[in-house]
C-alpha cells in the first residue's frame, strides 16, 4: 500500500496559497502553452508551467499538468483512503477476503479466477 500523506500535503500547501477555481492551459503564444491559475478576483493569472509547444516529445504535458490541480490531487488522495478504509472493513468482516488480499499483493493472482471458484466450493 502507497502512502500518500507527503502528496496530499503538498498539494494543500499549494492549494493554500492559490486560491483559484482550476489550472487552465493557455493558447499556444510564441511557441509555449502556459499552464496557469486564475482565482477570477482580479489578481490576473498566476504562471504554473511553461511547455514548448513544438516539441512533440512532450505530447499533451500541458493538459496533464493542468488536469493534476491541487485540487485534484487533494480529493484523489481523500478517495484513495475512504477506498483503503472500505476495503480494510470489509477484510474484517470476512477473513476470505482478507487472505484474497494477501494472494493478490504477493503477486500469485494469475490464476485468481480459479482460486476464486475454488473458495466458492
Given at each position: 500500500?502507497?502512502?500518500?500523506?507527503?502528496?496530499?500535503?503538498l498539494a494543500k500547501s499549494?492549494?493554500?496559497?492559490?486560491?483559484?477555481?482550476?489550472?487552465?492551459?493557455?493558447?499556444?503564444v510564441?511557441?509555449?502553452?502556459?499552464?496557469?491559475?486564475d482565482n477570477y478576483k482580479g489578481?490576473?493569472?498566476?504562471h504554473i508551467a511553461t511547455i514548448p509547444a513544438n516539441q512533440?516529445?512532450?505530447?499533451?504535458?500541458?493538459?496533464?499538468?493542468?488536469?493534476?490541480d491541487p485540487q485534484t490531487i487533494i480529493g484523489l488522495v481523500e478517495e484513495l483512503n475512504e477506498l483503503e478504509k472500505a476495503v480494510y472493513e470489509l477484510q474484517m468482516?470476512?477473513?476470505?477476503?482478507?487472505?484474497?488480499s494477501q494472494i493478490r499483493n504477493a503477486?500469485?493472482?494469475?490464476?485468481?479466477n480459479e482460486l476464486l471458484d475454488k473458495l466458492k466450493e
Open positions: 500500500m502507497t502512502d500518500y500523506t507527503e502528496l496530499e500535503k499549494v492549494y493554500e496559497k492559490l486560491t483559484y477555481d482550476k489550472w487552465h492551459v493557455g493558447e499556444n510564441f511557441g509555449n502553452y502556459y499552464v496557469y491559475a489578481m490576473g493569472r498566476q512533440s516529445y512532450f505530447g499533451d504535458l500541458q493538459k496533464f499538468i493542468a488536469a493534476a468482516n470476512d477473513p476470505h477476503l482478507d487472505f484474497i503477486g500469485l493472482h494469475a490464476e485468481w
